[in-house]
């Protein structure tokens, strides 16, 4: 349980880092816009799905504790 409770905790802090150094990811969608008969129109439109900082720095925090308690309690 000791351990499992600090494999959770350096799972949190990896997040909480990239989460801060990536503030969002951007991908491309392929969309079908119109299609008549055989002639079919298309768009590529980019969309974005942000992470607020606080985010990656509750994870860090959080994930620094779960380390410490994960420690403390196997000494």
Do not use: C, W
């Not at 351990?3 to 079908?32: A, D, M, R």
């Amino acid at each position: 349980m000791k351990s499992l409770i600090t494999l959770v905790g350096i799972l949190l802090i990896l997040v909480g880092i990239v989460t801060l150094g990536y503030q969002g990811i951007t991908y491309t969608k392929h969309e079908q816009v119109a299609q008549i008969g055989d002639l079919k129109i298309s768009a590529d439109t980019q969309k974005t799905i942000y992470f607020p900082p606080i985010l990656g720095g509750v994870s860090l925090v959080a994930g620094i504790v779960l380390v410490v308690i994960g420690r403390k309690n196997s000494i």
